[in-house]
């Protein structure tokens, strides 16, 4: 997307809203647990399989990516889609973040918008994945009503824990921000041997498939596409196939 994008340091600087302009979510919580679990399990017995049975799990702890792509208002037919996400700060988070809002950390090109208001600001987000343009007035009261949050130091929506900052001084920003899906599970089916097999569960003689292409994992990165890549190079440099 042409940019290096934003890294945040404090999620109270920003509040997160989907294609409508509607909060979804704890802008300070995360996804499920996964990655780095022992952060979250007590105690962690490295290689222990039972480590999942210490889990503790709570929904609106961990459902931010079930949250983000949830449908809204604006999902229509033929795929429902929830659209994109968009953080929105003021110029306050840009100075506490010492954020920089110019290329080549941001692309204004349809993924970074600013404005002096509000209503501007939902006027001016024009990106190929939002169905709808966003409405100034329900953007402004999404903020408004978060700011009122900032007052009473509770948030009566999602749980934020003692909002922190108002979103009230201008500039106003919207940036993109989300989520991508990089694990596959319908890929080409393969065997042990990283061999593609077809409908049937038959080998496909001379075609071999590893990494985020090959279904059936939960899985990504150089871990699954070195392990597979080695597995299919080898049994490939091995096979031979009658012309």
């Not at 459902?63 to 429902?80: G, Q, T």
């Not at 003692?162 to 065997?191: C, E, M």
């Amino acid at each position: 997307m042409r940019s290096t994008g934003l890294n945040v340091k404090d999620w109270h600087d920003l509040i997160l809203v989907n294609q409508v302009g509607k909060r979804f979510f704890d802008e300070t919580k995360g996804d499920y647990p996964h990655g780095n679990v022992y952060n979250d399990i007590n105690p962690y017995t490295p290689n222990d399989y039972r480590n999942c049975e210490r889990i503790d799990y709570h929904p609106n702890k961990y459902n931010f990516f079930n949250a983000a792509v949830a449908m809204n208002d604006y999902s229509e037919p033929p795929d429902y889609s929830a659209g994109p996400v968009w953080a929105i700060f003021d110029n306050e988070a840009v100075k506490r973040e010492g954020w920089k809002v110019t290329p080549p950390y941001v692309d204004p090109e349809g993924f970074f918008f600013a404005a002096n208001t509000l209503t501007e600001l939902a006027a001016a987000i024009k990106n190929e994945y939002q169905a709808k343009a966003m409405r100034g007035e329900i953007l402004q009261a999404t903020v408004e009503r978060y700011n009122s949050f900032v007052d009473s130091g509770k948030d009566h929506d999602f749980g934020k824990p003692s909002p922190k900052y108002k979103l009230q001084v201008p500039p106003f920003y919207a940036a993109w921000a989300t989520p991508n899906v990089h694990d596959t599970r319908s890929g080409l089916r393969i065997n042990a041997k990283c061999q593609v097999m077809d409908i049937e569960g038959q080998i496909i003689p001379g075609l071999y498939c590893a990494g985020e292409s090959a279904g059936g994992f939960n899985q990504h990165g150089l871990g699954r596409c070195t392990t597979q890549g080695f597995i299919a190079g080898t049994n490939a440099a091995e096979e031979r196939v009658p012309k």
